[in-house]
DNA sequence: CAGCTTGTTAGGTT
DNA sequence: TAACCTAACAAGCT
């Protein structure tokens, strides 16, 4: 689920629930998603500080505090969401974060698979960034033409890649393919400058419209509405979609557009 | 039980 | 080096 549009809504969620306001009480439900910091250190790193800031870079969100600063990563199945105190906690909520006077940010991940870590400083804060390339939505056309220049695996492989640019995820790698007409297949170095014009643009046009819905919205105009149905067809020519395996992920694509 | 899932990464091979 | 593949991580669902 989470992407770049699902992220950035997360950090909407941090900023309206918990930035400017006092963290009260830290509370680790499970340890399992914690990262290089115990549940203990956690509490004692930010119990009386302040959430200050909110930044996100590709999928990761970055809770600045005037000290160190929370690193989350949301995996597959992770969430952000602000709650009252007295509200019962969910399943799959693993950090309760009470700010203020009545309120809880709460880190929930059913499936665990990356988790929150704790930066002490600025040099932690780029250890943990230093494999990002740079953000989907900060890239100019410039960098992000000469960086597919740059690799030769297939485009798709190359979008998800996070180290080329940040925050793509397998669905808006589709709907980006899909939209600038490209295969998924094509090999990045092998694009025309027009392929790769069009797949910028429309990297910006999906990424402009997914951000307000806080996800990849699976309207009927888009890949993505169609990709869970029994037997999708684009909604563009009508044709049925394909559907195939790249870069171990499952990748639904239109052959008559693409 | 087998197979599937919107993310990342280590390790092995090409 | 780069690219590619698989398994692993965890916890569901069909």
Known sequence: MPELPDVEGFREVLVSCAQGR??????????????????????????GRRFTGAERHGKWLLARTGGPTVALHFGMTGL?????????AAPHDRVLFTVGTGRQLRYRDQRKLQGLWLAEDETAVERLLARQGPDALAVDRERFEAALCARRGTIKTVLTDQSVVAGLGNLL?????????????????????????????????????????????????????HRDTPSPHCPRCG?????????????VWCAQCQ
């Open 173 to 225: 790698a589709d709907e980006i393919l899909w939209r600038a007409r490209v295969r998924p297949a094509a090999h990045a170095n092998e694009l025309t400058e027009d392929d790769r014009r069009r797949l910028y643009t429309q990297m910006r046009r999906t990424l402009r419209s997914a951000v307000p819905t806080g996800r990849v919205p699976p309207r009927d105009s888009w890949l993505t509405g």
């Open 239 to 251: 044709e049925p979609l394909r559907r195939s395996r790249l870069g171990g992920r499952t990748t």
């Open 22 to 47: 006092v963290i009260r009480h830290v509370e680790v439900r499970d340890a399992g998603v914690l990262h290089g910091v115990s549940a203990r250190r956690l509490r004692e790193a930010l119990e």
């Open 80 to 88: 952000l969401v602000c709650a009252g105190p007295d509200e019962e």
